[in-house]
Every structure is written in C-alpha cells, then in structure tokens.
C-alpha cells in the first residue's frame, strides 16, 4: 500500500499473517465484560481486571488460578453500558509504599467521566476500600460514547495521563478550551516538595472536587482561562486504549475512528493529531482541501473493510516468549478480531497480521514479566501460544530436531537445568512434556498437565 502525505510519497507494507495463535492463559476464570487488565508493579505477581459494570477483580498471575477475588466493588457509583461503565485502572507508581490505585468511571446525573484514587485496606492487599475514594477530576460528557477511558501513569515523568474522547459534539477535538478530545496530564501528588514550583493549580477540571495540580512544563500551561492547562496532545476522537513503551518511554496511542479509517498516533506534547480536521491520513472537514498546516498525522492507518471499524491499542511487545515480535506495537480491531504487530522505527511502517480470530477484542495488558495479555469481551483472557521447536530429552544440543532458528532450542530438561528459583518457565504449544514431569525448583510454570513439585 502506497499513500501520499503531504507531498511526499511514504511506502507503507502490509504483510500476510504470521502464525501465532492464541490460548486461554487462565482456563479457569471468566469475567463479566472485561475492558481493562492490569498488574500492580509491586512484585506481588498479580493480575488485576476491570469488569465494565464496576468491578476490579484480582488474582495471582498462574495459569493453574481457580478463582479471582473481588478487589473493588463500585458499581452503585457507575453507570455502565455501550461506552459507559468502569473503563480504566492504573496503580500509582509508589503503590507498593502508599496503596494508592486510580480509576476512571462514568457516572450519571449529570453524565460525567469521574478519575478518582481508592486505597487498599490496610489489613488486606487484595481488597480495596470503597470508602476511600478522593475525586480528582470530573468531567460533564455530553453523550455516552466517545468517552475514551485509558488511564496511565508514565514510566518517565510519574505523571497521570487521562484520554477523552471527543463526547461526539463536533469540533472538540480542534477547541483548546475543553478537555474533550485530549490526552490530559496531571500531578496526582498535589506538587508538594520540590515540585512545587512548577506546578499550577487546575484550570479546566477545576472545582470542588479538583485534587491534582498541572505540571508547568504542559504544552498549553499559562495559568487559568484560555487554552486548558491539563492538556497533553489533542485533536482526538475516541483514544479508547493508550500505552508506553517501557524501554523507549514513547506514547502510543490508537484513535477509534468514523467512518472510514482508524488510526495509530505516537503521542508527543502539544500535538495535535487532526480530528475532525481529518480521519486519519484524510481530510474530513471539509472532505477535501482540508488545511493540514502543524497537524500531526498518524504512524498507521486502515480503512473499515467489512467489518473492521473499531481500533483496540494494546502494547509494544517487550517480552520474551515471541521473540520475533520484540519491540513491535500489538493491536487489535474490535469488530472483526483480527491482531496485528507494527513495526516502526521512524521510517517506514511494516504491519504484519497476527492472527484473525471472531473475537470481540476488547483490550490489551501486560504482566510483571511483561508478557502480553489478550482480553476478549466474552470474558476470557488470552496470551500467544508459540509453538518451539525442541529436540528429545537427553540431546541437550538439539540436533536436528530444531528446525526453527527463530525460538530457543532447549529440551525441558535443560531449561530446567538452567533456570534459576523463583523463574518462569515458558512450555508453549508444541512441546512434548515428558509424562509426569517434576519440576522441583521453584518455578513458576506457563503450561498445563506439568507436576510443579511444592
């Protein structure tokens, strides 16, 4: 696929699908509409996920799990449904000192998205207080969709980031003066301590409830009225998913669009990413002609081809059980389940199909190893099975037996050998498992029918 942006002819490739299926990674647990899912980063090795009518459900991060806690119950406080409900979690980076988690809900009369910070019960990690809620923002939404829903705090600044879609009144996305339509980004520690002098109070969220302060370094930062200090980037319909990659600190975001093209934007401060100027790498205001002039256009596109019309952003692979995907942007589409990997570095984009499944992808998360997690709408949660190829037991060389140079060619027995306590050892579809084998390490085990010996 060729497209002409701006002048200039940018080659896009389109690669044929790569084989990497997918598996239940918890066969023994099922959620209520999960949209959300992820892990505290406190070392505790738990999972958390977000149930849409407002419930966060916890539970260890073993393929074995048989149950998952109830962790918060809010739903008196939500209303839920389509695009409303309990649509993001995000633990504060000190959480492992100060027991603090975030939410993002929508709640009615009047219609409003509501972030807000809930503690932990001191007398037990897996059960947070309802009653302990402090809202920080809250913002009127005109309608109920286009409400976004991803929060995340950046491994780089510690700083909150808020998405907000567009609340579907046209023009938003263009009009500094409103949160709609904006990646947002506050201090959820009031700017105490040496912060405190470059931080402002809020401008567009404030109120009685407006716990937070603005970093002073926010591109439209200039104290109240005018611009909204709290914003980020802009020029967005729908970021229902956004995410950092780990390593490189780098914003991804993917932006649901309207009728045609759904887009993938990597975020930079003060961007304006063209809705409803444009749909993607098009003009859609006015449909042709459009003024382009300090728009920021997006690192890939897709056109709505049957029943592709609705983007789920998920991660920058950094894990290690696909190796061949490191550093690569997993994404999925809601609608017609089909998952891609993005390949880009600044040049030009290289997008691959994954796998095309029939489900109703609703979110990506990762773990604390920072292995992937597909979340299905149904209620299941999946990971990527791949297949490696290993020799019999007892060649530890591999011999000729290892025929994909791509993955580690390890008997069982030698991965074992070389593991050290407390690891995790990845058996993914295709290798054999002898018969009753005994794992007595301490390992943590991703695979089903293996002994792990307490």
């Not at 319909?237 to 975001?253: I, K």
């Not at 690569?328 to 990997?341: H, L, S, V």
Request: glycine residues 12%; hydrophobic residues 35%.
């Amino acid at each position: 696929m060729i497209v002409l942006v701006m002048g200039i002819t940018a080659v896009w490739v389109q690669h044929a699908q790569s084989q990497i299926p997918l598996s239940p990674a918890f066969p023994n647990l099922f959620f209520s509409n999960p949209v959300d899912l992820q892990h505290p980063g406190d070392g505790s090795n738990r999972l958390f996920v977000v149930e849409q009518a407002g419930v966060i459900r916890v539970f260890d991060n073993d393929p074995a799990v048989t149950s998952a806690l109830v962790f918060l119950d809010i739903q008196s406080r939500v209303t839920s449904g389509d695009e409303l409900g309990l649509l993001g979690l995000a633990f504060h980076p000190d959480f492992a000192s100060n027991n603090f988690f975030f939410v993002y809900y929508t709640a009615p009369s009047p219609l409003r998205s509501v972030i807000a910070r809930y503690a932990v019960d001191p007398a037990n990690p897996d059960q947070g207080n309802p009653a302990s809620e402090v809202i920080l923002l809250e913002v009127l939404q005109p309608f109920d969709h286009h409400n976004a829903g991803q929060i995340a705090f950046s491994p780089d600044d510690g700083y909150l980031y808020i998405a907000l879609g567009d609340g579907d009144l046209p023009g938003q996305g263009q009009n500094t003066g409103t949160l709609l339509g904006s990646l947002l980004r506050i201090d959820v520690d009031g700017g105490g301590g040496s912060k405190q002098s470059r931080m402002l109070m809020p401008d567009c969220g404030a109120g009685s409830n407006a716990n937070y302060t603005i970093p002073a370094d926010n591109p439209l930062a200039d104290g109240p009225g005018n611009d909204c200090d709290e914003i980020w980037a802009y020029g967005l319909r729908n970021p229902w998913r956004f995410s950092f990659d780990p390593e490189t600190g780098q914003l991804w975001t993917a932006d649901v669009g309207d009728n045609d093209y759904e887009e993938i934007d990597i975020i930079t401060p003060g961007g304006n990413y063209g809705w409803n100027t444009m749909e993607g790498l098009h003009c859609f205001d006015p449909p042709v002609g459009c003024d382009q002039t300090g728009l920021t256009l997006p690192v890939w596109e897709y056109a709505h081809d049957g029943q592709s019309k609705s983007v789920t952003g998920g991660y920058v692979y950094r894990g290690s059980i696909a190796p061949a995907l490191l550093g690569q942007y997993i994404y999925a589409d809601y609608i017609d389940g089909r998952i891609w990997a993005l390949d880009y570095n600044g040049g030009s984009p290289v997008n691959t199909l994954l796998i095309d499944t029939d489900l109703n992808l609703s979110t990506f998360g990762v773990g604390q190893d920072h292995e992937l997690y597909v979340v299905a709408y149904d209620g299941t949660i999946y990971w990527f099975t791949v297949t490696r190829y290993v020799a019999p037991d007892g060649d530890d060389t591999g011999g000729n037996d290892c025929t994909d140079e791509s993955f580690p060619c390890l008997t069982i027995a030698h991965a074992v050998d070389q593991a050290n306590s407390g690891d995790t050892l990845h058996i993914a579809s295709g290798i054999y498992v002898e018969p009753g084998l005994v794992i007595d390490k301490g390992l943590h085990v991703r695979a089903q029918g293996v002994v792990v010996k307490q």
